[in-house]
């Protein structure tokens, strides 16, 4: 065996147990770990002192280990034994972990606490439970995730009822689905994401966006467009009471900040009785480029491109899928179905340096100046509509009119003041 495969073994080891370490080594660490688990403690936690003890003797062990791997030994025979010695030690502490409720009732003995509280039933599970997943929260965030989204793991908040349940964040593991996701995994998603006749789109894209970050990706809940939302939906959901309620989820399938590959996901509800009965995605893409002119100037190019009513998907609340596909029609067809956007924008850069935008005129004359702007052309295709537009954004802007000529009559007015300005 390599020093290498037998130092990941200790480390699993010394990340999984971190917290039991932390709770057996203080009192005060303990009943934060009941407080986590949704267990306030009537008196000091000390039912942890044994489990600290086989702990720290697992510990011990891995310091042995540690010095052997630092020695550089090619002794096989001595890491498979001490190998060994390690994962009996193991499954001494799960043992532990099994009856751990013996030292709860010795710990709380006479309280109300035990009564009122699951804790004797519950808490050896849920510390298993709790070890798991916060494990790999930390270091396999990634698959912690998918088993999120598959149902393996549920976390979710609890509201507490005094005295001695508090509100907790609840970490559980279904062990018993673990054998159907392999065997039918459609009826396991079915039975994470759908209730009865509706689907659970909150939870779809809630897991969804949780899985974005968990990747490093910014995945993004906002409101709908209407017409990519309609393009999935055979009534005018605008109609609904509840439309304003209704949220969609872009999920970026690359990281790459100046382009833009993504899934937007969208309920396809029924406008009757308003319930989700299935789901829809659409493909978009596009790309922002940003092109230097001198120490002045800049010009900026976006371009972005939907499919979703031409390249996308529905899922029904009965697994069925159905393809949106007018990609795969006549070229008329997929014209009319594709939204494009296009806009390049020329503006002056926000820098002391860079000089005004424009400026024209004598100085002691009249002249007009233009601190900094843009100048934006934009093209949008939507259906069968095109729009052509143009803006102009103008800052820090100066007109000054000169009145050199003494026998005018505006001149008199003024007086001696030879100049007449008007700022924006």
């Known amino acids: 065996m390599e020093n290498t495969d037998l130092q990941k073994y200790t480390n699993f080891i010394i990340d999984f147990l971190e917290p039991i370490v932390r709770v057996s080594e203080n009192p005060e660490n303990a009943r934060v770990l009941l407080i986590e688990l949704g267990y306030e403690a009537p008196s000091e936690v000390t039912a942890f002192g044994e489990l600290g003890n086989i702990v720290g003797d697992l510990f011990d062990l891995i310091s042995s280990i540690d010095e052997l791997i630092e020695s550089n030994s090619d002794d096989n025979a001595k890491k498979d034994e001490i190998l060994l010695e390690l994962f009996i030690k193991i499954g001494n502490a799960v ?31 849920k510390l298993v439970d709790y070890l798991i997943v916060i494990y790999l929260e930390k270091r396999l965030s990634n698959i912690h995730s998918i088993f999120i989204f ?11 009822t005094a005295p001695h349940n508090t509100f907790y964040k609840k970490r559980k593991i279904y062990w018993e689905k673990i054998p159907q ?21 909150d939870k779809i894209i809630y897991i969804l966006e949780q899985i974005g970050v968990s990747l490093g990706v910014f995945a993004e809940v906002n409101l709908p467009e209407i017409a990519k939302i309609n393009a999935f939906n055979s009534s005018d959901l605008t109609t609904m009471p509840s439309f304003d309620d209704i949220r969609f989820l872009r999920f970026p399938l690359i990281s790459d900040p100046h382009a833009e590959l993504a899934l937007e996901i969208y309920p396809i509800i029924n406008t009757t ?9 659409g493909l978009i893409f596009g790309s922002q480029l940003e ?87 934009g093209v949008e295709k939507k259906g069968t509509d095109a729009n052509i537009y143009v803006e102009l954004d103008m800052k820090d802007g100066l007109a000054l009119i000169s009145l050199g000529d003494p026998d005018s009559f505006i001149d008199s007015i003024l007086a001696n003041n030879n100049n007449m300005g008007v700022c924006t």
């Open 150 to 160: 598959i149902g393996i793991i549920e976390e979710s908040y609890i509201e507490g």
């Open 95 to 125: 043992k532990h972990l099994n009856n751990f409720n013996t030292k709860i009732q010795q710990n709380f003995a006479g309280t109300n606490f035990l009564l009122e509280t699951d804790i004797l039933a519950e808490l050896p599970i």
């Open 291 to 377: 092109i230097p002119l001198g120490d002045k100037f800049r010009l900026k190019i976006n371009f972005s491109t939907s499919l979703l009513d031409s390249l996308g998907v529905k899922i029904d609340k009965n697994g069925n899928f159905s393809f949106i596909n007018s990609i795969f029609s006549s070229p008329e067809t997929l014209a009319e179905s594709i939204q494009i956007s296009f806009k390049a924008i020329f503006e002056s850069l926000e820098n002391p340096l860079a000089g005004k935008l424009l400026e024209i005129g004598a100085p002691g004359g009249s002249r007009m100046e233009i601190g900094s702007g843009s100048f934006t052309l």
């Open 273 to 281: 009785n308003e319930k989700c009965e299935g789901i829809g995605a």
């Open 181 to 201: 996701l392999f065997t039918d995994p459609i009826q396991s998603l079915k039975d994470i994401f759908i209730d009865g006749d509706e689907f659970k789109f």
